[in-house]
């Protein structure tokens, strides 16, 4: 297993607004310890305070959502974290599959995530 450390700048014009940093796996995401559950079928909107650090939770077994409570431990899986430069409305999945960590895609609308019972993984 190799961890792979990443930050990026999110920008509105030329100012960066926030600062994402994140731990992935470079093992596929889904093998079976790494495949995240649905904690909810919806995004949850956090509004952000300047220079606040968020950590979004990757795997879905916080009882803190959308936050890590640190329930990842068991798992592969690792929180993205957040900082952001502005007070603004932050959208972050709630569902486990967006393609865009830590924020929402419109992938909770999908059938296999509307079908599936919370606490689970898709199948
Ligand atoms: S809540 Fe996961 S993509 Fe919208």
Not at 31 to 54: D, H, L, N, R, W
Not at 65 to 86: A, F, N, V, W
Request: net charge positive.
């Amino acid at each position: 297993m190799l961890l792979i450390s990443k930050s990026k700048c999110l920008l509105k014009g030329k100012e960066p607004i926030m600062k994402l940093s994140y731990v992935y796996l470079k093992t596929s995401p889904f093998t079976c310890q790494s495949k995240p559950v649905v904690s909810a079928k919806e995004p949850f909107m956090i509004m952000a305070e300047p220079g606040k650090k968020y950590s979004w939770c990757s795997c879905g077994l916080s009882q803190k959502q959308p936050l890590c409570d640190g329930s990842h431990k068991k798992t592969e899986m690792r929180p993205y974290k957040i900082t952001s430069k502005k007070e603004c409305e932050l959208w972050f999945c709630g569902c486990k599959q967006t393609r865009t960590p830590p924020f929402c895609d419109g992938s909770h609308l999908e059938k296999s995530v509307q079908k599936c019972s919370l606490g689970t993984s898709i199948p």
